[in-house]
């Protein structure tokens, strides 16, 4: 029976995964974002060096420069970690719900995907939270996952509202997992519902934005049209023309 959004299903268990228990063969790159992660979970986020993550990684500083650049770097390896683990996992069981349960489904999965790392991920939140350039940083990762995201709930994000509905949803995820970090109740009713109650909220933003957007074609439409007509009087043939990736 599939899961709504209005109604979080009792007994709902998350991740029981713990970042310690990895395999000791995980590749390099997973084996520094894990030893992050650990080393996070124990001591302030600004207490961390790159070398702290290298001898908890078990390699050299060569070798973790090889693969990030940066500790912000090494946080930015996680994102693609818990993406993957959201996309490998089946939800074609959801193709026939509605968008709202589809996006609703996978977002939980991805908070299941971060729970194991979730003491980690609080000390960083709260680390971060007076930086915004770090945030600006994160934001650049969180629109490049959530994409995926979107994708997997069968979403699409490109065309004209494609980028205004992707950075929507990063927001308002970032909004669920502020609660959802402080919520430990095992069924996590705070966080679903306000998981719920950002979905229809940004439902209703892109309905509006969608009328917006149609009232506004005809002028749009006028005004391409008047700026061709400047662009033919003073443009000059070019060979380049003939390749209609140009114009792109």
């Known amino acids: 029976m599939t899961e709504t959004a209005g109604s979080p299903k009792k007994g709902r268990k998350p991740a029981q995964l713990s970042a310690h228990s990895e395999a000791p063969t995980l590749p390099p790159r997973e084996a520094a974002v894990e030893a992050l992660m650990r080393l996070a979970a124990e001591q302030p986020w600004n207490d961390i060096e790159v070398g702290d993550i290298a001898r908890e990684a078990g390699l050299s500083l060569a070798e973790l420069r090889d693969l990030f650049s940066s500790k912000g770097a090494v946080l930015g390896g996680l994102a693609r970690i818990i993406d993957r683990k959201v996309l490998e996992d089946d939800g074609s069981d959801l193709a026939e719900e509605p968008t ?63 980028r205004l509905k992707l950075q929507g949803v990063v927001i308002a995820f970032a909004r669920v997992t502020e609660i959802w970090l402080d919520d430990d109740d095992p069924a996590l009713a705070r966080t679903m519902a306000r998981l719920d109650k950002e979905i229809r909220s940004g439902e209703r933003f892109m309905e509006r934005a969608e009328d917006a957007r149609r009232l506004a074609a005809p002028f749009r439409a006028l005004g391409r049209s008047l700026l061709d007509r400047r662009s033919n009087r003073a443009r000059v043939p070019d060979a380049e023309d003939a390749e209609p990736a140009a114009q792109i």
């Open 100 to 162: 709202r349960e589809r996006l609703f489904d996978v977002l939980m999965r991805r908070l299941d995907a971060m729970t194991p790392y979730k003491p980690a991920l609080r000390r960083i939140a709260y680390a971060l939270r007076g930086d915004p350039l770090s945030m600006l940083a994160l934001n650049g990762v969180a629109l490049n996952s959530h994409r995926y995201m979107l994708a997997a709930a069968g979403i699409d994000t490109e065309g004209p509202l494609g």
